[in-house]
T-cell receptor, first 110, second 114 residues
Framework: DGGITQSPKYLFRKEGQNVTLSCEQN?????MYWYRQDPGQGLRLIYY???????QKGDIAEGYSVSREKKESFPLTVTSAQKNPTAFYLC?????????FGQGTRLTVV | AQSVTQLGSHVSVSEGALVLLRCNYS??????LFWYVQYPNQGLQLLLK??????LVKGINGFEAEFKKSETSFHLTKPSAHMSDAAEYFC????????????FGTGTRLLVSP
């Protein structure tokens, strides 16, 4: 079945550590996105990529980094510079007029 | 810039009652509008979308929404609520096809009581 796979589902990070969230899609979509979800704030765009080897900052990119070396993959790194990383992270891809979402990764700082 | 406002962070209905979730948008160009549903600890699932065709859009699970340009609204309705409809609902707007840089509302949690 085609879809978007995010891993891991739950992730714990110690203060000062970088962590990488995985996002893989087999839908052959050019565009991919990372959103952050916090209670009562909806989804906010972190980074997006319209094509391989190109990506753009979204509304809340500080403390995050991404790469897009392959069409299928768009990993997100949460760096130690992100002061409040505890949140639910959603990856999406899109084609034409519809976006498809993964099941999310819940990141908790311990 | 686009924006979305969802009125009411929580909406409570009884099973069998009408569901109405409100969404107003702002866009400088004809918008594409979406409603997504999210169950706890899961991703978002598309309920329905408006892409400049018919103004009354029917979606999955008996939901529908009507695009009203004069009111800049895209409210979500369902004639009869079911317990399984309890979830969080997000309205979103984008400015066209292809590249879907969606802007989301803050969400409305639907509570359904027996």
């Amino acid at each position: 079945d085609g879809g978007i796979t995010q891993s891991p589902k739950y992730l714990f990070r110690k203060e000062g550590q970088n962590v990488t969230l995985s996002c893989e899609q087999n839908l052959n979509h050019d565009a991919m996105y990372w959103y952050r979800q916090d209670p009562g704030q909806g989804l906010r765009l972190i980074y997006y990529s319209q094509i391989v080897n190109d990506f753009q900052k979204g509304d809340i990119a500080e403390g995050y980094s991404v790469s897009r070396e392959k069409k299928e993959s768009f990993p997100l790194t949460v760096t130690s510079a992100q002061k409040n990383p505890t949140a639910f992270y959603l990856c999406a891809s899109s084609r034409l007029s519809e976006a498809f979402f993964g099941q999310g990764t819940r990141l908790t700082v311990v | 810039a686009q924006s979305v406002t969802q009125l009411g962070s929580h909406v409570s209905v009884s099973e069998g009652a009408l569901v109405l979730l409100r969404c107003n948008y702002s866009s400088s160009v004809p918008p594409y509008l979406f409603w997504y549903v999210q169950y706890p600890n899961q991703g978002l699932q598309l309920l329905l979308k408006y892409t400049s065709a018919a103004t009354l859009v029917k979606g999955i699970n008996g939901f529908e929404a009507e695009f009203k340009k004069s009111e800049t609204s895209f409210h979500l309705t369902k004639p009869s609520a079911h317990m399984s409809d309890a979830a969080e609902y997000f309205c979103a707007v984008s400015e066209g096809t292809g590249f879907q840089k969606l802007v989301f509302g803050t969400g409305t949690r639907l509570l359904v009581s027996p």
